[in-house]
């Protein structure tokens, strides 16, 4: 059984909901019979490479007085589920990490970058927008620096991926992440509660048997 999870590495909610999403799976009998491919998503596909801003002056800009406390109320919601979460944070173009994220699932390595790298961003405040961090994340991941070097000097470098991945979320109805499609026929968009992932995954299971 396949999943594919939509999201983006700047996205609080794809954070929380990854997270909930693999304990779900992690409890799941069939655990060992289901593949996992992360796909991309860019919240913000207009956003110039190289451009940096924190994520709360992002919020104010975007959602006037009431952002300045969004990130807060995440935050809580983040560290109840025992994750690592920095609201001195900043947000900028995603598309050079997504992809590396390409370049890794060639090697296997996918699932691992993704968890360093929203573990750095959300964990540590930490950049994932200069080649410098993506290189030193693609390295931890365990990536060959020549091949991560190779792709992120050459800006059309898996973008064909990129944006075939974007294309068919549009296709599928997506209009945010994170979503989650469970063996090509279940759809679930959102951070939901953990029991929900566990459901879905037996019903998929049981369905396709």
Same mark, same amino acid.
């Not at 109840?80 to 992809?99: I, K, N, P, W």
């Given at each position: 059984?396949?999943?594919?999870?939509?999201?983006?590495?700047?996205?609080?909610?794809?954070?929380?909901?990854?997270?909930?999403?693999?304990?779900?799976?992690?409890?799941?009998?069939?655990?060992?019979?289901?593949?996992?491919v992360h796909r991309s998503f860019e919240l913000e596909p207009a956003r110039e490479p190289g451009h940096t801003e924190p994520v709360q002056k992002m919020l104010t800009d975007k959602f006037g007085p009431r952002g300045a406390g969004m990130d807060d109320q995440? #935050?809580?919601? &983040?560290?109840?589920?025992?994750? +690592?979460?920095?609201? @001195?944070?900043?947000?900028?173009?995603?598309? $050079?990490?997504?992809?590396l994220l390409h370049l890794a699932k060639e090697h296997g390595l996918q699932h691992r970058l993704v968890k360093l790298s929203f573990a750095a961003h959300f964990g540590e405040a930490a950049s994932l927008?200069?080649?410098? #961090?993506?290189? &030193?994340?693609?390295?931890?991941? +365990?990536?060959?620096? @020549?091949?991560?070097?190779?792709?992120?000097? $050459?800006?059309?470098?898996?973008?064909?991926?990129?944006?075939?991945?974007?294309?068919?979320?549009?296709?599928?109805?997506?209009?945010?992440?994170?979503?989650?499609?469970?063996?090509?026929?279940?759809?679930?968009s959102g951070a939901q509660p953990l029991d929900t992932f566990t459901k879905a995954l037996s019903t998929a299971w049981s369905d396709d048997r």
């Open positions: 059984m396949r999943v594919d999870i939509w999201s983006d590495l700047v996205c609080p909610w794809c954070y929380i909901g990854t997270t909930r999403f693999e304990r779900a799976l992690d409890g799941f009998e069939h655990r060992d019979r289901v593949e996992v995440v #935050a809580r919601l &983040a560290r109840g589920e025992g994750l +690592g979460y920095r609201t @001195d944070r900043e947000v900028g173009s995603t598309l $050079d990490a997504h992809r927008f200069t080649p410098e #961090a993506l290189a &030193a994340l693609a390295d931890q991941a +365990g990536l060959d620096p @020549d091949d991560t070097r190779r792709v992120l000097h $050459d800006p059309d470098a898996y973008l064909d991926a990129v944006r075939a991945d974007e294309r068919e979320a549009g296709r599928l109805g997506a209009t945010g992440v994170p979503f989650f499609v469970i063996d090509g026929r279940y759809g679930i």
